[in-house]
Every structure is written in structure tokens, then in C-alpha cells.
């Protein structure tokens, strides 16, 4: 960013910086994506919704969604649509609950489903595998259904089922995806986010769908910057290997501590339980949000800049509490 | 309609056919509402809910209520806000589930919990008592939420119930109630439905917020003309209990057909199972709507202008298509 | 509407009433319309806008016109659109208007004009010809936009240019215009509207928009069975000649009272200036609307059941106030 | 930002950054207002309008005003509002603009007007005097309306003026304004917009409406770091005060080239009047905006980091082109 900061340059994206993320982006995709960056994750989704969305549609995503719990109604509000939740275990939306809800395709008494919504990795720490990302885009597509793939945390994805840049082109846009909602806050950056889209959707009006929503960044050399700097060698992949790495070492650390009933993290995060007062005298030490909080379940996360001794005091004093002195 | 017909009248409400209408529901509420007239039951709810929401509110409502599946996300395009919606085997809501939604309350990233709907009688054709009416309204007053009744049924309901006049101000504005839909469409009218606001709601400007809607009649008298009818001598309720009536007959004439698996009725509904050969054959000769396919559950609606021989010829034909010529 | 009141139909327009009503009109427009019953005028404009607009489009009106002062913003609300009003004093757009404002095409800063909605007759009494209309759909199409047409008095319209029939088709669809909202309300009817959308448009999705935007009729066959008649015979067009004619006759009653300034009707609405006192008293004796107030302008309309005696009387006590006692 | 960027903070706005920032923008105000941070301009003034604006409810501007043609429609399409534009040769709106507005008030086929938005300096260069912002304060307040001020070049209004803090108290909220849109993008940072709010307004939903509008930053310390040294020794106001310097500079130099006609600069921007030629041999060498294309009217800003030596240049080459090789 320091580097993006010296001259005068053209303002809203007419700059060499966002031409060289631009070009990354598209390179990453090995497809001619329209690259749309925005301001936060929030704007992104909305964004990508309002790309993919037709007439009276409804967007269906898994009830534990982030577009529909973690962002006060932001999709409602801007895009007036319905989103259709479905119950999932997993977070993970399945062929036959797109294949459900086409029932009502046609029925003029009911929204008409019109983009499936995944996130990747989900909002509970689970994966898409390629097949499964695959198996939504084809009934999507049969359906006559767009796909939007969340990927705030797409990076530990990726790194989690290994392979690099071909991961990502066969998770999202070579498995059918239409949008990718690419996340660059939850990995490093100061905050950026950008939205990649499949060519010739849209009628050619994303851009302005992006300034209707106020994502349109004017000094948008200082988000690309950071862009470019991530997809550089890579290390977009490296900083989220890094922070799975430390999920896996603080999994390690705790999992015979039985009470926390901690599953084995598959990226960053972990969903253990906690004794009310054992919650409290951690979160006191050090903060973590609650996740489900009358059945006692909090996450722990780990990210880019955690360091093996943070892993290693946060263990020992989760060892303590709950060992007690 | 007919004597609201002659000679010419001021427009928009401005008549003495409405000022009768007015009156006349001001009485049956006990309470000086604001009574709104409007032109369908998706547009009612619309306006009802548009004159009870606050800033960046959402609604609280089961995940079978009109609101939700039946209107094409009318109120998420014309409000912009979320349907919270509660799962409920009964499609009735409960305290619980309201104190459930106001754990959000305060946290920035989760829409805020406004307005509860409850609907009476509800989609599955089960009744609230007064009792349960007034638990919800406690509840949400207490968590300072407005509740809005969506009572295209609500004839049924209070028919059901017994009680009359009284029985329909227990089940609303005296239990707590802030708004109302009372339908008429389905209870035999042309086509006409209202809003019943409490007093010092919408900042003045609930009609304001119908107009917005597209519900503001120009020619009101016609529709208050009906209501002016339905109300005199109470025939909202005597059409009411005959159709609740007719749908008993209905369930006695059919109940000992194991295979519909058939509950008795508590307003004019019934949900039966049918093999997909006799629902086919059955729906061929005399049309009623689908309920759950996959499940082959089948809805049956008795009316205010169903007569016993309707219901005897239709048992007949049941009987005769499932055990076969 | 007796007639269609006799026996059970089916809802929601699956019935013979409605069919009959949909042909009527297929025949008058010489086209395939899809044709859409709404309950209110308001809501006809808001379901033909929401037919025709593309993603970030605006609509193009004069600042006169109905969308734009007289519908308490419920385009904006319902469609969160901007109305570009552009100033008229005939209350026509014209071509030169398209033009410039299409100076904004491609312009991210910029809204972009998407559909052009002009009003026939106009909110001031005039009329565009038929080759106002061809120009201002062929600028329209040039450029990529749509063209709506408000035809609240699109019956007094083409009374006022004559010709019948083939005059309609020459207005509407046949000059370019891609939805029409056809007025009955102001033409005699208990109430009932209707869009007329060229086929192919709003992507087999205006059903469903009529349905978000509380617009669909579910007893739909009383609104349709009063097209039926209106369309018969003619008899739309014979109560606006009437109408019209009783404006003419007006006129020329009072037109020598040079205080009123009143220019001779096109079709059946005149704009005089009247002083504060006269303009009270004569209200007070029979309600007409103010027009344009700070101005001393009020509006005069006569209807398809304004008598030949009415409008004597009318003058008469025009000529008393004025002259006064 | 460099000092923000070390060590781990609390997202949202829960850090000592973001404090300080809150702290320092509640000194200059001379009022506990909430401090709103937003990414980008447009998003400012949604979310400040989204926190005024009632029920059914619109906003008066003048027709030069940012929100009404440099925003896509955002207004509209995210609060569902109509913009009521008063045409304005100095782009600035009066008391009688809002007095003839509230004509509406209280009519049910109108939108009623509840925000004006002023515009400080407004977009043609000019600027509300105290006792002009004053006035329309006032006349706001009798009629019930709450006032915004568009702040994106507050800081060349306050430098232009004259007195430092106190001015820009006097200016906003001292005179009777309910909200700020308060720039930084426009005045040196990298790009940080902050919403001022008088408190007590928006039923404490604030926040809500700015996650709502996708414009809350997760990691806020960034942007609250800027204005943090923005106001530190009133920086934000001696980079203003050399931005106007410049224009006048700028235009002492080229004053005398009589085909300008450019009048003296109140702020630091100018609206010269170029031929066709002239306007694209000046800007193929440097970049300006058109301003009105048909008349051959362009825009001349200078900025926070413009030089003494930019601006001999520029008036050089203005001369060297206009007088010709």
C-alpha cells in the first residue's frame, strides 16, 4: 500500500495498480472474470447477489449461512428478495434441497428460486468437496439456476484440500460457479474484498449495481494493492496454510481434554464447549466469540498472524481453567 | 354493492359508505383503530407490517405462515426485511420462540426482531386460545416487539372459538394485538380486506404507507359497502361457523377411511392422504390444491356458501374413488 | 359483474370470465399481450414498470407526470428506482429529452435511463400524436430503452384523435410502446386496471411481479368481467367521447368569462384560474380539485356520467359566482 | 495507518483508535454525536438518510446535488425513497423551496417531504453562509423535517470562511443540522467517510442501518486512524485552506483569458468554459472532468497536494493552448 500511496493516480479503478489485480485475478481464474473490488464482505455478497438475481427470484442458502444470519438483513434490505434457508447439519446445501425447492418454480403464489448461495469453507468449519460444488452447479444450471460461491474464507479452503491455484479454479468457476465473493479481510489484509464474475453476466451492469450498493471504492489502487500482493507468489495460500496449521496444533493440544468435545478442525476453525464459568474466565484472558450459546459452544480461530507460542499459551491455559488450580 | 352504486360520491374514503365501515369496525374492535381499507390479503399484510416496522427490524413469523410461502416475497421486496421464520409442527409461535429471536437483540451484526406474526387460524387449521394469543403479545411487549395478527381466517377462528364479538376482541386488540388483517375474501366477499391499526401507531402515516403499497381504493365505498353487510347482524360469524360446520360434516362422513389418516377439523380445513391414482381421480372431478406432495397430503377447504348436499356428494365421491367401483 | 357473481370459479383467473377478457383484449391490441389485472391504478404503473426495468435503469417521465407527483413515491418504493422527472410545459417528453439524458449512458456515476414513461392523455389535458409517440419509441429503442405508456385516459385519448380501434393500436403498440397501463377506474368502472405488456418481455416473470407488488386479483373474473362489457361494442370508447364532449360543451358556456383563461379542452379535463373567494364558493357548492394553488388554477373534469344538465347547471353557477350577486 | 497496523485489536470499532477518533470528532462538534465510519462517500450519505428519514417519507435536495446525479440511484434503490429536486441556480435550496414543498404535507397522494439535504460546499463551488444554513434549519424544524449536511467538502467551507472549529460548529449542528457526511476521501486521506448524527435520533438503530447499507468496516482502526491525524492540529483544515489557495491562484493566472469566463473560486474548484478543441488538446495532458458537455463547460479542483508549481504549470499550458503555437 505504500507503494500505491506515492503519485497522483486516476481515481475509481482507472489506474495501473488495479489493472495489475485485475489481471491477476483473471490469470487465478484462468477465465476473463469481471473483477469487482468492494469495500467489505458484507457489500461483496450483496454485490454478487445483485449480479446473478433475476425478476421476483429468491436466493436459497443453508440456514447457517452468513448472508443469512451475520449481516442484519443487509441482502433483504438492498436487494428486496427473499432468502430461502435450508436446514443443514453440515452448512452444506445439497442437489436435493435445490431440487425441493424447484418444486415452486412456475407456482405464481411462490418466490421463484433463482441463485444458490454456498460458502466454502462453510460457516461451521466444514468443506465442499470439488464433486459436491460440482453436483450443486449441474442441478443449478439444469434448474436454470445461477451459483454464488461465499468465499470469505475461500484461502483456507483451498489450502486445506491442497493443489494450489487448479483447486481453486475447479472449486469455483470450472465447477460451474457463476460469482465468487473472494474474501481478503478474514486473511491478512487491512480490509479488501472483491467480487469475481463470470463474463456476460449482469447485461453489463455490474459496476453500476456495485456503486448503487456503495462498494465502489474511489482510491481503488489501495485494495488492489493489497491484491496483488496476496496473489504474488501465492501467498494468499501460504498465510491461510498457516493458519489451518495452527487450528491442527491447537486441536492436537486439547482433544483429550474430553469436555470440550472438539471435533478435528478441517481449516481455522473450532466449535468446543465450555462450562459457563469456564467460557467466562477464558474469554477474560483472551477473546473469543460465542457460537451457540445456550447449548455452552464457542469458536475458537485461528488466522494468518497466529504464532505456534500463541497456540501453545492459549492450550496451556485452556489446560489450566479447566483443570483448575 | 348494489345501493353503494347510486349517484356520485367523494373518492378516496371521503363517502358516508366508508364512514359506516369505519364505525362500524371501531365498534366491533372496542377501540378506535385506524381501519384501512385495502384491495387484496397480500397488500393487507404488506401495510400492516410497513406500519408496525421499525429501523432495520425483521419479522418473526413459523415457516408456514402466508406471509412466508404464499406471497412471493412481496414483503421482503416491498419492505426490504427478513421473515424470521420459526419452525413450529403446529405453525403456531410461542413465547420461546420469541425469547429465542431477542437473543440477537443489541448485536450489530443480526437483524433485530420487531414484529412477531402470528397468524388465526393458522395454515394447518390450528386455533390459538386467548390464552396463548396473550402470552405472545406479553412476551413480545415485553421485549418491546409490535405484533401483527394475519387473520385472512379469522372468522373461522372466532366462530370456532365461540363467543362472538367479544371472543374477537379477546383474540386481538384486548390480548395485545397492534394490528390486524381481517379478511373478507375468503369469507365470501368479492374481494375486499382491511387493516385494523392500533390508535398511535405509524407515526400518522399508516395511510400514507397504503398508498406506497398501491392498496389505496379510489372508489372505497364498494369495499366498504361489503363490510358494511358483513357486519350487520354479525354474517361474518354466521357464514364462518356454517363453512366450520360443513368441514365437521365433511370429517364425519369420511373419518372411518383409515387411509386418509384424517384429523377432525377445528375451523373449515382438512389435511388428508391420498395415493397419487385417487388424489388424481378425486381432484379430476372436483378441484381442491395440493398440500404436501412428496407426502401426498392434500388440503380440503369447506365456504361460507358450501351446502350439506356439496359435502355429501364430495364424501360420496370419496368413498367410491377409494374403494373403487 | 352480476353475471360473473353466479356459481364457483376457479381463482386467480383460471376461469371463463377472465379468459374472455384476455381475448378481448388480444384482439383490440391486434397483438399477443400478456394482459394483467391489477387491482388500482398505482399498482398497474408499478407491475409495468417492474415488467420492463433492466438492473441500475432509471425511468424517464416529465415532472408533471402521475408516477412522479401523485403516487406518494411508490415507484421508488416498491421498484428502488430513481424517476428522472424531466420539465415540460406540455407535459410531453420528447425525443430531444431521451437524448440527453442517454449523454449518461455508460457513466458509472450515472443511473442509466431504461425506460421512457409517457402519459396519454397527458396530466395537463394534451395529447401527443401518433407520430409523437412513433418518435419518441423509435428514440427510445435506438438508444436501448423501453417505452411505457400511463393510459389512465387513454380511452379519452383516442376519443379526442378518433378513429376507434385501429387509433389505439397506433398509439400503443403499434408506434413501439412495450406496456401500457389501461385505465377503467376513470372510465366508469367500480375499479379495475389492466397492464398490457408486449410478449417476450420481463422474462415470463410479470405474473410474479404483479404478485410481489399486491397486485393479483384472486376473484379475478369480477375486475375481468367489466373489461368484457367496457370492451364491447365499443362502450369504452363511447363514455370518453361523452365525457369528452361534455368538456367542449362546458367550454363554450364559459368561455367568455376571459377571468377563467381557459384554453378549449383536448379531451375532458380544463385548467381555469379562479380568485380565492370565487374558487371557494364554487367548491363549496360542487368539489372539483385544486391545480395548481399558489397559481390560482384549479382543474375541471367531467366523466362518463356527467349529464348534458350537469354541465348547464355547472356553468350557470359559474356565471353567478363570477358575475355575483 | 502504519501505527494502527501493530499488534492485535478488537474488530468493529472496539479498539483505542477508534476511540480517540469518536473522542476527537465529539470535541469538534461540541456535542456527543455517534460517530458513524463508513467506506465511501455514497455509502455516508445512505446511511445518514437512512437514520432521518420516516415513515413514508421524502427528501428535498436541490437538482445539482451529489445524492441526486452522481450516486447510480443509490438513494433510491437502498431506502426506497423518492429525491424531491428544486431546480437551484446556485445549487444551494432556500427556505421557500422547503416552505413550497410542505404544500404536500398531510396529502395523501403525495410523498411527504421529512429530510432536506444541503450540500456544504455545494456542488457548483458555492457556499451557504451560517445565516443561510440557519434559515433552512428553522424552517425544517416548524415543519417537522430533520436536516443533512453533505459534508464532502465541509472542510474548503470551513477554510473558505474562516474560524476554525468554531465555524464549522456554527455551520452544522450549532445551527440546527441532524447529520454530517463529513469527507476525508476528498481532502488527502486514502479514504475514510464518517457519518456525524446529532444524538438521540434514528430509535438508536444507528449501527444496524450502516451494517444494513454494507458499510461497516471490520477493521475500523484504519479509517479511524486517519481522521485521528486529520483533526490532530486541525490538519483537515489547513489542507483545505491550501486546496482553495490554489484556486485562487489558479485562477489570478488565467483571469484575463476573457473565452473562460471563469468567475473567482469560493472553494477549490472552477467551471472555465472551453471550446471542443481546446478541451481535449487540455485534457489529453491533463486530466479534468467535463461539467456540462453540451455548453463546453468543464471542472477545475485542485487539491490538498496540489503545488504551487502544478498550478503554474497548468495555467501555462491553459494560456499556451487558448492563445495557441
Same mark, same amino acid.
Given at each position: ?16 495498480? @488495479?489493472?495489475?489485480? $485485475?489481471? =491477476?485475478?483473471?490469470? %487465478?481464474? #484462468?477465465?476473463?472474470?469481471? &473483477? +469487482?473490488f *468492494?469495500?467489505?464482505? @458484507?457489500?461483496?455478497? $450483496?454485490? =454478487?447477489?445483485s449480479? %446473478?438475481? #433475476?425478476?421476483?427470484?429468491? &436466493? +436459497?442458502? *443453508? ?10 438483513g ?14 443443514s ?21 411462490h ?37 454464488h ?16 491455484r ?29 467480487v ?38 501465492d ?91
Amino acid at each position: 500500500m505504500s507503494a500505491a500511496n506515492d503519485g497522483h493516480m486516476m481515481a475509481y479503478g482507472g489506474d495501473p495498480v @488495479t489493472k495489475s489485480a $485485475v489481471d =491477476a485475478f483473471r490469470e %487465478l481464474c #484462468g477465465l476473463d472474470v469481471e &473483477v +469487482l473490488f *468492494t469495500f467489505g464482505g @458484507t457489500g461483496a455478497n $450483496v454485490v =454478487a447477489l445483485s449480479c %446473478l438475481l #433475476g425478476r421476483a427470484e429468491s &436466493v +436459497l442458502c *443453508t440456514s447457517w449461512s452468513h448472508i443469512n444470519v451475520d449481516e442484519t438483513g443487509a441482502p433483504e434490505r438492498f436487494l428486496g428478495v427473499k432468502l430461502q434457508d435450508v436446514p443443514s447439519p453440515t452448512a452444506k446445501i445439497t442437489p436435493q434441497d435445490i431440487e425441493a425447492a424447484c418444486g415452486a418454480l412456475g407456482n405464481v403464489h411462490h418466490v421463484q428460486p433463482g441463485v444458490v448461495s454456498v460458502t466454502q469453507a462453510t460457516e461451521l468449519g466444514t468443506l465442499y468437496t470439488v464433486d459436491e460444488i460440482r453436483a450443486v452447479c449441474e442441478t443449478a444450471a439444469r434448474r436454470g439456476l445461477r451459483v454464488h460461491l461465499d468465499g470469505a474464507r475461500i484461502a483456507n479452503a483451498v489450502a486445506a484440500i491442497g493443489g494450489g491455484r487448479e483447486t481453486f479454479r475447479r472449486l469455483t468457476f470450472g465447477a460451474g460457479v457463476d460469482a465468487v465473493s473472494f474474501g481478503g479481510t478474514k486473511n491478512g489484509m487491512l480490509g479488501a474484498e472483491v467480487v469475481l464474475l463470470r463474463p456476460g453476466l449482469a447485461d453489463g451492469r455490474a459496476e453500476f449495481l456495485r456503486k448503487q450498493a456503495g462498494q465502489l471504492p474511489s482510491k481503488m489502487r489501495y485494495p488492489a494493492a493489497q491484491f496483488v500482493s496476496a496473489l504474488e507468489n501465492d501467498l494468499w495460500l501460504s498465510t491461510a496454510a498457516h493458519a489451518n496449521e495452527m487450528a491442527s496444533l491447537l486441536h492436537s493440544l486439547v482433544a483429550d481434554l474430553e469436555e470440550l468435545r472438539v471435533a478435528p478442525p478441517q481449516v481455522n476453525s473450532m466449535y468446543p464447549y465450555l462450562s459457563p464459568a469456564a467460557r467466562a474466565e477464558l474469554q477474560a484472558w483472551s477473546f473469543f466469540w460465542d457460537w451457540d450459546l445456550p447449548a455452552g459452544q464457542v469458536r475458537w480461530m485461528t488466522s494468518w498472524d497466529t504464532t505456534e507460542q500463541d497456540v501453545r499459551s492459549f492450550a496451556a491455559g485452556i489446560r489450566e481453567t479447566l483443570r483448575g488450580a
